[in-house]
């Protein structure tokens, strides 16, 4: 059964900082992994997809790796800014399968 | 941009009573899906659809729920006879194809069951 934990749980950061949050998985064979944003009581909003071919994928300040045969994908923010705080979540999917398996979440406060 | 829109964002109901939640995926996706995030806890699948029928469930995705695409742009979940612990935030998602492309999820419907 596929496994995704998140570390750190939270993190609290003075803005202008990089960070590197990190998500591990237990099962290696993914088809892909997404990086999501959610806002307290709000829905989930797509950050970054990785397929499970690819290293890296960037976009704007954001850069999530993948590491596949590790079992491994962080996501580098940089310059962090106080509307970056929020929770973020990994999830990947499985070879054969539609599903998503979602992580532990990384919640995020960046102070001004 | 387009979007998943989700009704209602939130909903009381009794427990024992019937509930449908409703959404609209975007316009050009074929998959669609529903997911649960009860408070503190991870989200969780519940169930994939593609092609008017269902395509994959959870174990959590059992005969008191049901799913369907009524018409061309809706997409629902009926949760029958609710029970308190299927207080939950219940997300639609979509996806243009399966596997190689993102899935977008609605704003959410916060269920509460008394």
């Known amino acids: 059964k596929q496994e995704v934990t998140q570390i750190p749980a939270a993190l609290s950061v003075p803005e202008g900082e990089n960070l590197v949050l990190n998500c591990s998985f237990t099962?290696?064979?993914?088809?892909?992994l997404q990086w999501f944003r959610q806002d307290p009581g709000k829905g989930l909003t797509s950050l970054l997809l990785?397929?499970?071919?690819?290293r890296e994928q960037t976009s704007g300040r954001l850069n999530a790796s993948l590491d596949k045969s590790s079992g491994r994908s962080t996501l580098y923010i940089a310059a962090s800014q106080p509307g970056d705080s929020a929770t973020y979540l990994c999830?990947?999917?499985?070879?054969?399968?539609?599903?998503?398996?979602f992580g532990t979440g990384t919640r995020l406060l960046v102070s001004p | 941009e387009p979007e998943v829109t989700q009704t209602p964002s939130h909903q009381v109901t009794q427990m024992g009573q019937e509930v449908i939640l409703r959404c609209v995926p975007i316009?050009?996706?074929?998959?669609f899906y529903w997911y649960r995030q009860i408070l503190g806890q991870k989200v969780e699948f519940l169930v994939s659809?593609?092609?008017?029928?269902?395509?994959?469930k959870s174990e959590i995705f059992d005969d008191q729920f049901s799913v369907e695409r009524p018409d061309g742009s809706n997409f629902t979940l009926k949760i029958r006879s609710t029970k308190l612990e299927d207080s939950a935030m219940y997300f639609c998602?979509?996806?243009?194809?399966?596997?190689?492309?993102?899935?977008?999820f609605g704003e959410g419907s916060w269920l509460t069951v008394v």
């Open positions: 099962d290696s064979a993914i088809y892909n």
């Open positions: 316009s050009n996706h074929l998959y």
């Open positions: 990785i397929q499970s071919s690819q």
């Open positions: 998602a979509s996806s243009e194809l399966w596997g190689r492309n993102t899935i977008y």
């Open positions: 659809f593609y092609n008017n029928e269902i395509s994959e």
């Open positions: 999830a990947v999917s499985l070879e054969g399968f539609q599903k998503l398996v």
